[in-house]
């Protein structure tokens, strides 16, 4: 059974920092991709960041610079440091994890419960 359990999140000022974290647990599988989306209300997810099964990081352009992924496969984890956060960061963020499937030849996408991010005065 896969879990993704993710940590993070809450109310923070613009220009402050949060870290977000991301935990599978439960099937033992092979890790594709893992990263990040986010989604406002009436708006569909935007891909915010994400690191390969080979370490190669993709970012959004509205967050390059400021945000980072990073991947610990011995924990099944994966983590976004977001720094200088912005108003327009504010979104429930959604990790994801590529699983490889029973075949052994294709990963299927599984997302985590989401945390809440706003950024607010």
């Known amino acids: 059974q896969v879990q993704l359990v993710q940590t993070g999140g809450g109310l923070v000022q613009p220009g402050g920092s949060l870290t977000l974290s991301c935990t599978e647990a439960?099937?033992?599988?092979?890790?594709?991709?893992m990263g990040w989306y986010r989604q406002v209300p009436g708006k569909q997810r935007e891909m915010v960041a994400f690191?390969?099964?080979?370490?190669?990081?993709h970012y959004s352009d509205s967050v390059k610079g400021r945000f980072a992924a990073s991947r610990d496969d011995a924990r099944r984890t994966v983590y976004l440091q977001m720094n200088d956060l912005k108003p327009d960061d504010t979104a429930v963020y959604f990790c994801?994890?590529?699983?490889?499937?029973?075949?052994?030849?294709?990963?299927?996408?599984?997302w985590g419960q989401g945390t809440q991010v706003t950024v607010d005065s």
């Open positions: 439960g099937s033992g599988s092979t890790i594709g991709d």
């Open positions: 690191v390969t099964f080979y370490g190669m990081q």
């Open positions: 994801y994890v590529d699983m490889k499937g029973k075949t052994g030849s294709t990963f299927t996408t599984y």
